[in-house]
């Protein structure tokens, strides 16, 4: 692959002082075109190879880097996904404590507990009425005990849907005690990996191979693992034709995952299902479809609020922001 060439240079011609010389080539012919391939040529396969050995590296370890754009910065970071019976949910004590909105809400609730507990009654009269009446309850329940063999042994069904939820795959983040870690280098990301600093990840099976094997330019994330939380409220201020679907649909799919990873029960109500959010995630996924199923989904769409789409969403990205740790 070398330079254009005119029809009017010469590509070879003698010296008129030596007929017999070597044909002497032009600048933009055989030897440019060869250097080229020499400069070019190799590095297309080279650059190829190093990305199906970072991405067979990903898909051996069952882990993937992730990026994430917030409104503070972008930052790398991994996630992976395993059966919820196999992985600890990080540890939220020492992040919550450090909330005062949520050390006071604690408060009030423990004082509720409280008062909800013990009853003082001072007449003699109305203390045997209520012992009667306890006596007569649990004479009752040991009666329907008896009558009833699937009250006081296990159900198959409710075991059967333990061993389920047990066997679902749930999301786990390079965090730490409530916080995710974001990365703004590969570099600094692949140092603390190295480092033996203690995560949530650490507890996966492939994670002492992940700190031997990886190198900064694995940390490649694909299109789908990349998520632009920062331009989320922005679009959706827009309006519903600047509405974009992918971007809606993706920081959706993430939001949830750092939710249930982090363990952000107010960000994970906001996006369950039957919410207004979760209204807006289905139109986006139908709209997008082709035929009627598109056809209603971008009905469904003109149906919902810009403005609360934004002020929830703006609420989502504020929640998730507030419990990142940035490393540079």
Request: avoid cysteine; glycine fraction near 6%; aromatic fraction near 4%.
């Amino acid at each position: 692959m070398g330079s254009p060439t005119h029809p009017e240079v010469t590509v070879a011609r003698q010296s008129p002082e030596r007929p017999d010389a070597e044909p002497e080539l032009d600048d933009t012919t055989g030897p440019a075109e060869s250097a080229l391939d020499d400069a070019t040529g190799p590095a297309e396969p080279d650059a190829a190879a190093s990305a199906d050995a970072a991405r067979a590296l990903w898909e051996d370890l069952r882990i993937d880097p992730v990026e994430i754009a917030l409104p503070a910065g972008t930052g790398y970071t991994l996630r992976a996904y395993r059966p919820a019976r196999e992985v600890n949910p990080t540890d939220v004590a020492e992040r919550d404590a450090d909330d005062p909105f949520l050390a006071r809400r604690q408060v009030v609730e423990e004082v509720e507990d409280d008062e909800d507990g013990d009853v003082v009654i001072l007449d003699e009269d109305l203390a045997r009425e209520f012992a009667e009446s306890d006596d007569e309850e649990k004479q009752a329940k040991a009666g329907a005990g008896k009558d009833d063999k699937d009250d006081t042994e296990p159900d198959d069904t409710d075991e059967k849907a333990a061993d389920e939820t047990g066997d679902e795959e749930v999301p786990v983040f390079l965090s730490h005690r409530g916080r995710l870690l974001l990365f703004k280098t590969p570099e600094s990301l692949v140092s603390f990996v190295r480092s033996g600093a203690p995560n949530d990840l650490s507890q996966l099976d492939s994670w002492n191979e992940l700190s031997e094997r990886v190198e900064p330019a694995d940390i490649a994330p694909r299109d789908e693992d990349i998520y632009e939380l920062d331009l989320v409220v922005e679009n959706l201020r827009g309006g519903h034709d600047t509405w974009d679907p992918t971007l809606l649909i993706e920081a959706g799919e993430v939001a949830r995952d750092v939710a249930y990873a982090l363990r952000l029960p107010a960000v994970l109500d906001m996006l369950s299902s039957g919410s207004s959010l979760d209204d807006l995630d289905e139109a986006l996924r139908a709209s997008v479809n082709g035929g009627i199923s598109g056809f209603m989904g971008r009905r469904r769409l003109k149906k919902i609020g810009a403005q609360t789409a934004s002020l929830g969403w703006r609420t989502i990205v504020g929640k998730i922001s507030a419990v990142v740790d940035w490393r540079d």
